[in-house]
């Protein structure tokens, strides 16, 4: 997860547009393109809600591309959303038993994606065994947080 360093992931309307920067920031930590493919690799599938599908469909429409590659994703809706790849899929249900009977069973390192409420359901459930969180040093007010009250 990426946040501001006020803490917010997104803006109310779920907009992330204050992480397109290309600023740098010295004495800040940064990672160069071989370890993000490198890290990569190690992923075997996605989980993420429905809302940061529509988010990563938006990237791809804007010629951003798709940056799941043909890796397994599934998507946590019970809305009926479009299918553009192959590779993904969509689940409703219990989602500690989708995890533990059907994911885990299949793939090694499940990556989850996207918003505080997946994330928050995930740590609230024991369904999570690491968190990456970076801070970017940006305000932006207002907004979404990661973090809620479990």
Not at 10 to 38: H, K
Not at 63 to 89: A, H, I, M, Q
Not at 102 to 117: H, K, Y
Request: net charge negative; glycine share 10%.
């Amino acid at each position: 997860m990426v946040a501001s360093l006020d803490g917010f992931i997104a803006r109310n309307d779920g907009r992330v547009d204050w992480l397109d920067v290309t600023d740098e920031y010295s004495g800040g930590v940064s990672i160069d393109q071989e370890e993000i493919e490198a890290f990569v690799r190690t992923i075997d599938c996605y989980v993420m809600g429905s809302r940061t599908y529509e988010t990563a469909l938006s990237f791809e429409a804007s010629g951003l591309g798709w940056p799941y590659g043909d890796k397994p994703t599934f998507v946590l809706t019970s809305r009926s959303l479009s299918r553009t790849r192959e590779n993904v899929r969509f689940h409703s249900g219990d989602l500690a038993q989708f995890v533990n009977e059907q994911l885990r069973p299949r793939f090694r390192s499940i990556w989850f994606v996207g918003g505080s409420e997946l994330a928050n359901e995930c740590l609230r459930l024991g369904l999570a065994d690491e968190i990456r969180y970076t801070i970017l040093p940006i305000l932006i007010g207002d907004g979404i947080r990661f973090f809620v009250r479990l």
